[in-house]
Structures are given as C-alpha cells and as structure tokens.
C-alpha cells in the first residue's frame, strides 16, 4: 500500500497490541478519548474468531462507529518516529 514508506498491504492485517494500534492512528492524525479506544478495541476483538486485533479491523471498526468523539490533528512526521516510540508530541 504504502512501500515507499515500508508499508505493505500484509502490516495492516497483522495482529498488533492496543498500544501499536493507538500510536499508528494518532501518527495519521486520529485522536480519541480512552474510553473510545477501549470500546472500539473490544469491539474489534470481539469480531476476529481469535480476538486479535490489526489496524485493518480497528479501523473498520472506527469506520462503523459513531465518530463524534474523533478528532483530527496534523499527521506525524512517520520519520521522526518508529512503531514502538510512543508518540507525546502534538501539532
């Protein structure tokens, strides 16, 4: 999807921990209170037969869901940061 930047259609599907799914979505821009992160993680939990979770599913998820409570900031510089480095800086 992505190959440019060391993305590939096969990482959005690949089973992540809560922590991962958070930081890929605040690095694209997309802020949500805890307690609608949680929700929606279950909810993606509960729909994979093995409960796991990807982006792909967390997404769809979102998608699906009442957004209200989303917001939006500038992206995250991908370069400035890696998978596993919490990102704390705000635009």
Known sequence: VYPCRG?????????????EVREVFQRVGVEMPDQVFQEAWQEAERRDPRGEVSIESFRAVLERSDNHHLTSSPP?????????????HKH
């Not at 993305?7 to 922590?19: L, V």
């Not at 995250?76 to 704390?88: C, F, L, S, W």
Request: proline residues 8%; hydrophobic residues 25%.
């Open 76 to 88: 995250h510089d991908p370069r400035a940061t890696h998978i596993g480095h919490t990102a704390t």
């Open 7 to 19: 993305a590939f259609e096969r990482d959005f599907f690949k089973s992540r921990g809560p922590q």
